[in-house]
T-cell receptor
């Protein structure tokens, strides 16, 4: 089961792009990378996920390196409401399901 | 789409009483639901996984007789904290996914439980 490593905290200026890195060097070929975020005192929010191609949706872009050992979540124009803890997770096998193991994530502070 | 609700959002109860928390998928059918617990300044800890119509699978260290989980329909799961004690005070969060081996989980807003 692949582990992920993220920096504990980052700062970003409002309106700028926030680039959040994640290392998952032990990921296997069929494992996806998921990104969630948790705003203080709320349930986590799904952001995006990918396998090997870069992905984009209305919230963010996900860039996965060719060797799949790392990825970067990009919030193109960060706002104050993007201040949250961001989690990069590779789901692990659990019988007929896959489960999410939550690390400490990256605490992103978007500053005015 | 993919909205999950929880009720109640917060609850205060006396030690020794039981508390039931509901988790509903509002716009999709959730074959699998998950229950998490989060203590202050800590990350989410998975408590149990439940597939509709089956018994829940509990994580190591989680007492199944204390945390009763029912997932009787494709849109509703309940977590009952029996004989609650102050150490059970926590933020309880559910999530739901659409199907077997579907990995994307959608989370409810959480329930804050305070046991006095």
């Amino acid at each position: 089961d692949a582990k992920t490593t993220q920096p504990p905290s980052m700062d970003c200026a409002e309106g700028r792009a926030a680039n959040l890195p994640c290392n998952h060097s032990t990921i296997s070929g069929n494992e996806y990378v998921y990104w969630y975020r948790q705003i203080h005192s709320q349930g986590p929010q799904y952001i995006i996920h990918g396998l090997k191609n870069n992905e984009t949706n209305e919230m963010a872009s996900l860039i996965i390196t060719e060797d799949r050992k790392s990825s970067t979540l990009i919030l193109p124009h960060a706002t104050l409401r993007d201040t949250a803890v961001y989690y990069c997770i590779v789901p692990v096998n659990a019988g007929n399901n896959r489960k999410l193991i939550w690390g400490l994530g990256t605490s992103l502070a978007v500053n005015p | 789409g993919a909205v999950v609700s929880q009720h109640p959002s917060r609850v205060i109860c006396k030690s020794g009483t039981s508390v039931k928390i509901e988790c509903r998928s509002l716009d999709f059918q959730a074959t699998t639901m998950f229950w998490y617990r989060q203590f202050p300044k800590q990350s989410l800890m998975l408590m149990a996984t439940s597939n509709e119509g089956s018994k829940a699978t509990y994580e190591q260290g989680v007492e199944k007789d204390k945390f009763l989980i029912n997932h009787a329909s494709l849109t509703l799961s309940t977590l009952t904290v029996t004989s609650a004690h102050p150490e059970d005070s926590s933020f309880y969060i559910c999530s739901a996914s659409r199907g077997w081996y579907q990995e994307t989980q959608y989370f409810g807003p959480g329930t804050r439980l305070l046991v006095l």
